[in-house]
C-alpha cells in the first residue's frame, strides 16, 4: 500500500535544477549551472573573526535558544545595514529573522495562501518561489517581462483580473531573467498596490551585487514616495548572496499585522534561526566588513559577467541573443535557431553534458507557457579561463 501523502503535494516537482546536479559528476566538467556564490570569495578571515567575537563577547545568548524574531542585536544591525539601501527610519522590530529568505517566502505562502488563490509572478522567476506558492495551493500566473522588468501595463490588467492574494517579484537582477525594474515600473509597482489594495512582495538577494552604475533603489526604499503603500508592500533580504549562504540569514520585512502571523508560523516551523549563526552575523556587520566584500565580489563578477558575454558572442554569435548583465549572478539567453544550431534548451542542455559543460534550461522558471528557446548561464564560480572553455564546449554542443 502507498503512503497517503498529503494532497497539496500533487501541486508541485522535483526541481529541475536539483535534479540536474545529480548528473554532474563527470570528471572535469564546468558548470554553469548554478545559482549560488563562488566559495573561494568568502570572507573566511572576517566571518571567523566574527565568531569568535560572537563567543566572547555572548557566548550564552550566541549558544542558547532565542527569540523567534530573532536576535535582537543582528535586527538592530540589520536595519541599519538597510538605512544604507536607502530604507529611513527602518525599526528593529519591523523585520524577523528568517532562515534565509527562502523561509521567509514560505512564510508569507503560509501566512497568505489559501488552496486556489491566485499569486502573480514575474515570467520568467525563481523556480523554488513557484513550486513554494503551489505547495500551498495557490493558482500561480505569470506577468511578461522584458529587460526593464515587469511590463506594468500588462500587471495592471492581470491584477484587475485576477484579484491576487499577492505579487511577487524580484526587481533587481532578477533570477533567473538577470532583469532590473526601471525606477519609473517601480514607481508604479507602487501605485498599483495602492490602487487595488493588493500585497507586493520585493525578493531583493541581488540587489547589492551591480557592476558599474548602482540600481535603482529597492521598491521597499521608494514606498515613502507613494502614500499608503507601505502598508501593501512585503520585502524579503538575504546575507546568502553577499556574505555566506551556509550561515542561512535573511529577513522579512512586512506590514505589523503581517509580520506577527509570519513569526507564529515560524514558531512551529524550526522556533527561531541559528541564534550562533545570527551572532556571526551581526558581529560582522558591526565590524564594517561588508562594504569592502561587497567592493570585492562586485569586481569579480563584473569581469566574469563580460568575459561569458563576449565568449557567447564568439562562439554561438547570431545562434543565442541576451542582454548584457549589468549585476546578479546570471545570463539568461535565447537560442534563435540561426544557421540551423538547436533551438531547444533542454535538448541543448543535454548535448552539452556529454561535451563537459552544464547549464540550466529555461522552460522551468517559468509558471505558465514556458519558453523553450531559454536558458540561464551563471557566471559567479567559474574563473575567466573556465568561462571561456566552457562556452567553447558549449559552442561545440550546438
Not at 549551472?33 to 563567543?55: H, T, W, Y
Not at 522584458?146 to 490588467?157: C, I
Not at 515600473?185 to 548602482?214: H, M, N, S, W
Not at 545570527?278 to 563580460?306: G, W
Amino acid at each position: 500500500m502507498p503512503l497517503p501523502f498529503a494532497d497539496r503535494l500533487n501541486n508541485v516537482e522535483t526541481s529541475a535544477i536539483r535534479e540536474l546536479f545529480k548528473l554532474l559528476g563527470k570528471p572535469g566538467i564546468i558548470s554553469f549551472a548554478g545559482g549560488f556564490p563562488d566559495s573561494a570569495m568568502f570572507d573566511v578571515a572576517g566571518i571567523k573573526e566574527a565568531v569568535n567575537k560572537a563567543l566572547t563577547e555572548e557566548p550564552g545568548a550566541a549558544l542558547q535558544y532565542g527569540a523567534t524574531e530573532g536576535y535582537q542585536p543582528l535586527r538592530e544591525q540589520l536595519a541599519d545595514f538597510m538605512a544604507t539601501k536607502g530604507v529611513k527610519d527602518q525599526a528593529p522590530e519591523g523585520l524577523i529573522v528568517t532562515t534565509g529568505s527562502q523561509q521567509a517566502l514560505d512564510l508569507l505562502g503560509k501566512t497568505m495562501i489559501s488552496p486556489g488563490d491566485n499569486v502573480i509572478v514575474e515570467g520568467p522567476t525563481f523556480l523554488a518561489t513557484i513550486q513554494c506558492f503551489r505547495l500551498y495551493g495557490a493558482n500561480v500566473i505569470s506577468a511578461p517581462i522584458d529587460a526593464n522588468g515587469v511590463k506594468t501595463d500588462e500587471l495592471e490588467k492581470l491584477i484587475a483580473e485576477h484579484k491576487p492574494k499577492f505579487v511577487y517579484l524580484i526587481p533587481t537582477f532578477g533570477n533567473p531573467s538577470g532583469a532590473t525594474l526601471s525606477l519609473q515600473r517601480r514607481k508604479c509597482v507602487l501605485e498599483l498596490a495602492v490602487k487595488y489594495q493588493t500585497l507586493i512582495v520585493e525578493d531583493d538577494p541581488y540587489g547589492d551585487l551591480y557592476f558599474d552604475q548602482a540600481p535603482p533603489p529597492s521598491i521597499l526604499a521608494l514606498s515613502g514616495t507613494v502614500p499608503g503603500s507601505s502598508n501593501w508592500l512585503a520585502h524579503c533580504g538575504s546575507m546568502s548572496k553577499v556574505l555566506s549562504p551556509g550561515l542561512r540569514i535573511g529577513w522579512l520585512i512586512a506590514p505589523p499585522e503581517l509580520l506577527a502571523k509570519a513569526t507564529m508560523c515560524k514558531q512551529f516551523s524550526d522556533a527561531h534561526t541559528s541564534t550562533f549563526a545570527q551572532a556571526t552575523a551581526a558581529q560582522y556587520l558591526k565590524a564594517a566588513r561588508m562594504p569592502a566584500t561587497l567592493a570585492h565580489v562586485r569586481k569579480v563578477y563584473a569581469e566574469r559577467a563580460q568575459a561569458m558575454g563576449n565568449a557567447l558572442r564568439k562562439e554561438l554569435g547570431d545562434a543565442i541573443e541576451f542582454v548584457q548583465p549589468q549585476g546578479g549572478l546570471f545570463v539568461w539567453a535565447r537560442l534563435t535557431g540561426a544557421g540551423g544550431k538547436v533551438k531547444d534548451g533542454s535538448e541543448l542542455a543535454k548535448r552539452a553534458i556529454e561535451k563537459g559543460v552544464a547549464f540550466v534550461p529555461g522552460a522551468p522558471f517559468y509558471a505558465n507557457n514556458p519558453d523553450i528557446s531559454t536558458l540561464r548561464l551563471s557566471f559567479a564560480t567559474a574563473d575567466v579561463a573556465r568561462i571561456e572553455e566552457g562556452v567553447f564546449r558549449l559552442g561545440k554542443a550546438m
